[in-house]
Every structure is written in C-alpha cells, then in structure tokens.
C-alpha cells in the first residue's frame, strides 16, 4: 500500500523520525492509526451512551415524568457555576 502525505504530514513524520521515537515511517502511520482506530471506539462508546440516555428521556416523559423546561435551566445554569467556581 502507497500513500500519499501532504507536505505538512510529511515534514512531521520526518520530525518524529529526527527525534528517535520512531524507526521508519510505517511505525509512525501505523501508530497514528492505531490512535485513530482508539478514537473511533471511543466515539461509538459515548455515542452509545448517548442513545441510552435520550432512550431513558424518552421513556420518562412517554411516561409522564416530565420537569418543567424553566426549572431545568435553573438547574442546568446553577451546576454551571458550580463547575466554574471549582475551576477558579
């Protein structure tokens, strides 16, 4: 399999080469698609949870448990600052 890099991507596996990390090219592409390949899993897993959690919305309010939308977004707002005052 040939491929083709652009300039930019062929000066980095150049650069990761230069520094002693990798021994050639193919170990740096097959490393970056094994990167890859972990994102995309990562992507379906949290996609997956996802769909279950907008599955367990729906059942709830199919089931009348619903919250009323304002209530929400005092909620939603007053987690926010929360957040933001553990970060400060």
Do not use: C, W
């Not at 309010?61 to 929400?72: I, T």
Request: hydrophobic content about 40%; cysteine-free; glycine content about 6%.
């Amino acid at each position: 399999m040939n491929v083709s890099l652009t300039p930019e991507l062929e000066d980095f596996v150049k650069r990761l080469l230069a520094s002693g990390l990798y021994t050639s090219a193919s170990e740096v592409v097959r490393d970056g698609l094994r990167l890859l390949a972990e994102r995309e899993v990562l992507k379906e897993t949290r996609l997956g949870e996802l769909r279950k959690q907008i599955a367990h919305g729906l059942a709830e309010a199919h089931a009348g448990k619903l919250k009323d939308g304002e209530e929400v977004l005092r909620e939603a707002v007053r987690a926010i600052r929360k957040r933001s005052r553990k970060r400060a």
